[in-house]
């Protein structure tokens, strides 16, 4: 992905994107924790099987979008960031597979290791199910600015 740097920034130090789905024609919005993987510039999300409708309606129409407008917490500016892309959902190992992101969520919330060390107290919240997206369109607006036109992002 050729991104600007403000725009890998916000990928980089955000911490959560407001996820949208499709149930039944209709969007579905929820905030999310997300990793970035640089590598094959794709996103991920997880999800706790306690939570899974939203996977439902992933796998009935795959087309999501990840809003990126809130920098709280993450020590950068204000941009907005809209992608637009397809989910492939992966729960065939609902125990392990969302750890190789485990250290990105550690970057991202240092405490999470106090929660994995009650894991077995919360063992159906750790069942989680694996959400990559590839994106198809990226639209950005520096500094937050929505009342100009987005600059689209090359994939």
């Known amino acids: ?12 130090h955000y911490l959560i994107c ?8 209709k969007p579905v919005t929820f905030p999310l924790l997300f990793f970035y993987d640089n590598n094959s510039a ?24 990840l809003l990126f407008s809130n920098p709280e917490g993450s020590g950068v500016e204000k941009h907005v960031v809209l992608v637009q892309g397809i989910a492939k959902i992966e729960d065939s190992d609902l125990d392990h597979a969302w750890e ?10 240092p405490y999470i290791d106090g929660f994995l060390a009650a894991r077995e107290q919360f063992a159906w919240f750790w069942k989680r199910i694996v959400v ?24």
């Open 1 to 12: 992905m050729k991104a600007p740097s403000w725009v890998q920034e916000v990928f980089e």
């Open 132 to 155: 990559e997206v590839e994106p198809r369109k990226i639209l950005a607006w520096k500094n937050g600015d929505t009342s100009k036109a987005p600059e689209a992002v090359s994939l």
């Open 42 to 65: 794709k996103f991920v999300v997880t999800s706790s099987i306690l939570f899974s409708r939203k996977i439902e309606h992933m796998k009935r129409n795959p087309k999501v979008s």
């Open 18 to 25: 407001e996820f949208t789905s499709i149930d039944n024609g």
């Open 100 to 109: 190789r992101y485990l250290p990105m969520w550690r970057k991202k919330e």
